[in-house]
């Protein structure tokens, strides 16, 4: 998903960093201090500022694969070719591949003798890897599919972001028909003791954005005929939900990315509360809940993996053990004793399994499990059932522009949901 509204822009950056609303005192705050120094810095050819500045926007986002390319840049700018090479190399070891070009420092780094094996990795790591055992398609190309869900009797549920349409398939091999229309677009969606639940934002790529002042909102519908049962719109200003979870009780949390937090609704409730707000977050995106364990995982694109306490909001940062680059993760999803997540905002996109020590404090090991494949759009969303894990191989996210409008390419492709098979981790 295009997480980010808004561009720094600086001409020597390769790629423009993407940036959300300012806020008060947390993580994005000081990730865009950082990046506004640096571009002044930049500007000035003033490096040692530059890498001092991307060092602090690195501490404010560590997940952040733009502020990490730059600080190569920045080391090969201040004299420190050796340090500029054992980035590249740690990126290339995590199973990243980086655009090393658009610079005459970063075409003396790739000219260094040493620098062989870390292209040669990152050439590796640029291919796809492993196959879905079914991939379903739909013809429709114009829905911008983010969400999906099942229900217990495997009934397939797709939300569209560009129509606000919500649609169902019976079966696992039938054709998707419209069952109900939502307020806005649909981000994300949850079946729960036969409610469908939603994630609306009537913003970004939303077709009829403009048409009313901007919301996020929670909606709830009938599962089987798509009748809806109530919205609830979040009330603090500069929303937009990205994902949600929904407990058995009925107790609804979602994630907003634009002003990073998260909201919890009571069962029965009438307003979403802000449940937690941690100043380390800065644009928080997948959620998954571990009811049992009393905890409720976090996908944070630029800050990392999260764990939170469901009953007081308290926020830690897992442990990374296993060494792994953590930014750009989408959806999330529980199973067996890890995580499985979709990181779609890295080079290469993949998806992934998170294994966790036994307390699920710290990641002890990173596996990639689908990586680059042919059919892909920006895969997004997913859902766990039993062994098999069923995601949106083609959100179609890179073919749209930041105002929604349609780019020329990459060209728009249908609706394709691609199968993984799930081993015991």
Same mark, same amino acid.
């Given at each position: 998903m295009k997480k980010f509204i808004s561009a720094l822009a600086a001409a020597a950056f390769v790629g423009a960093p993407v940036l959300a609303p300012a806020s008060a005192e947390n993580g994005l705050s000081g990730y865009r201090a950082g990046m506004e120094r640096a571009a002044a810095a930049f500007e000035a050819e003033d490096w040692p500022a530059l890498d001092t500045a991307l060092e602090d926007a690195q501490a404010a986002a560590p997940g952040s694969l733009y502020v990490y390319r730059n600080r190569i840049l920045?080391?090969?700018?201040?004299?420190?070719?050796? $340090?500029?090479?054992?980035?590249?190399?740690?990126?290339?070891?995590?199973?990243?591949?980086? *655009?090393?070009?658009?610079?005459?420092?970063?075409?003396?780094?790739?000219?260094?003798?040493?620098?062989?094996?870390?292209?040669?990795?990152?050439e590796a790591n640029a291919a796809s890897l492993g196959a879905p055992s079914q991939t379903r $398609?739909?013809?429709?190309?114009?829905?911008?599919?983010?969400a999906i869900a099942y229900d217990g009797k495997n009934k397939l549920y797709i939300g569209s972001v560009r129509t606000g349409a919500i649609l169902k398939a019976k079966q696992m091999d039938e054709a998707l028909t419209l069952i109900s229309q939502a307020s806005g677009g649909v981000f994300?969606?949850?079946?729960? *003791?036969?409610?469908?639940?939603?994630?609306?934002? *009537?913003?970004?790529?939303?077709?009829k954005t403009g048409e009313e002042d901007a919301f996020a909102a929670v909606m709830a519908f009938n599962a089987k005929t798509g009748a809806p049962i109530r919205e609830i719109r979040v009330t603090q200003?500069?929303?937009?939900?990205?994902?949600? $979870?929904?407990?058995?009780?009925?107790?609804?949390?979602?994630?907003?990315?634009?002003?990073?937090r998260l909201f919890r609704m009571a069962p029965d409730g009438q307003t979403l509360e802000i449940f937690s707000a941690d100043p380390r977050f800065a644009n928080p995106q997948g959620i998954a809940l571990d009811e049992k364990a009393g905890k409720l995982y976090m996908a944070d694109y630029l800050a990392g993996l999260f764990v939170i306490d469901v009953e007081t909001g308290e926020a830690t940062l897992l442990t990374n053990e296993a060494d792994a680059w953590l930014g750009g993760i989408d959806g999330l999803y529980l199973y067996e004793d890890g995580l499985i997540g979709i990181q779609n905002g890295s080079t290469p996109q993949r998806v992934v399994y998170i294994g966790l020590n036994d307390d699920k404090t710290a990641i002890t090991s990173f596996v990639t499990m689908h990586r680059s494949l042919a059919g892909w759009n920006e895969p997004t969303h997913g859902a766990v059932i039993g062994k098999d894990f069923h995601y949106i191989a083609t959100s179609n996210w890179p073919s749209y522009n930041d105002d929604g409008t349609v780019k020329d390419k990459p060209a728009l492709q249908p609706l394709r949901i691609m199968t993984l098979p799930l081993e015991s981790k």
């Open positions: 920045s080391r090969m700018l201040t004299g420190r070719p050796g $340090e500029a090479l054992a980035l590249a190399a740690a990126a290339a070891r995590r199973g990243l591949t980086l *655009n090393l070009s658009g610079h005459p420092a970063f075409e003396a780094l790739t000219a260094m003798p040493d620098f062989v094996p870390v292209a040669a990795q990152m $398609e739909f013809e429709d190309t114009g829905l911008l599919p983010e994300d969606l949850e079946v729960r *003791n036969g409610t469908l639940w939603a994630a609306v934002n *009537n913003q970004l790529a939303y077709e200003e500069d929303a937009m939900l990205g994902d949600l $979870e929904v407990a058995k009780d009925g107790t609804v949390y979602a994630s907003d990315s634009i002003t990073p």
